[in-house]
T-cell receptor, first 111, second 115 residues
Framework: QKEVEQDPGPLSVPEGAIVSLNCTYSNSAFQYFMWYRQYSRKGPELLMYTYSSGNKEDGRFTAQVDKSSKYISLFIRDSQPSDSATYLCAMSARTGNQFYFGTGTSLTVIP | GAVVSQHPSRVICKSGTSVKIECRSLDFQATTMFWYRQFPKQSLMLMATSNEGSKATYEQGVEKDKFLINHASLTLSTLTVTSAHPEDSSFYIC???????????FGPGTRLTVL
């Protein structure tokens, strides 16, 4: 079983839709959760960073962590064509440098 | 936010030559830097973890003698692909860990093409 599972998509939505991206994980030691956005031929860009359980909101983006279910989500409200990219989840335990990435979900927002 | 740069952004070289890629943290000191490789439409593959002033820790299956990593200062790490071959063609991305946080900031990546 992989440490982190992420549906690769592709996901295609109309402009203005609410997008839900999800990852599940198996290691209960994970404490730090991140979402990255990667445009084609570019390095990943950190979008959201969350510690432990709960919600975090930043503009149109909301990150949710449910540690009891080992499930994290990224919601994008009022999606825009510029949101078209691959979204990677990542997580790590409290100690150590080991990061675990999902495989990425490809999102296309259609104007 | 923290800014990480990479140079060059793109390099084309002949088979058998060596290529050096630089990764710099521009506005912070990075005690730990990471090197990843990414194939088209695939996720990041961690190659090695580099701590300033010490030898890099390589992931299983990554050849230490082929991918030389040096982290001589708190703002600079280099990856040298030695005797490059066409199968080394890939997108190489570095990242840096910010202080004591458990998050990484990525560079823009370097696209290596070996002819």
């Amino acid at each position: 079983q992989k440490e982190v599972e992420q549906d690769p998509g592709p996901l295609s939505v109309p402009e203005g839709a609410i997008v839900s991206l999800n990852c599940t994980y198996s290691n209960s030691a994970f404490q730090y959760f991140m979402w990255y956005r990667q445009y084609s031929r570019k390095g990943p860009e950190l979008l959201m960073y969350t510690y432990s359980s709960g919600n975090k909101e930043d503009g149109r983006f909301t990150a949710q962590v449910d540690k009891s279910s080992k499930y994290i989500s990224l919601f994008i409200r009022d999606s825009q064509p510029s949101d078209s990219a691959t979204y990677l989840c990542a997580m790590s335990a409290r100690t150590g440098n080991q990061f675990y990435f999902g495989t990425g979900t490809s999102l296309t927002v259609i104007p | 936010g923290a800014v990480v740069s990479q140079h060059p952004s793109r390099v084309i070289c002949k088979s058998g030559t060596s290529v050096k890629i630089e990764c710099r943290s521009l506005d912070f000191q990075a005690t730990t830097m990471f090197w990843y490789r990414q194939f088209p439409k695939q996720s990041l593959m961690l190659m090695a973890t580099s701590n300033e002033g010490s030898k890099a820790t390589y992931e299983q299956g990554v050849e230490k003698d082929k991918f030389l990593i040096n982290h001589a200062s708190l703002t600079l790490s280099t990856l040298t692909v030695t005797s490059a071959h066409p199968e080394d063609s890939s997108f190489y991305i570095c990242s840096a860990r910010v202080g004591r946080t458990d998050t990484q900031y990525f560079g823009p990546g370097t696209r290596l093409t070996v002819l």
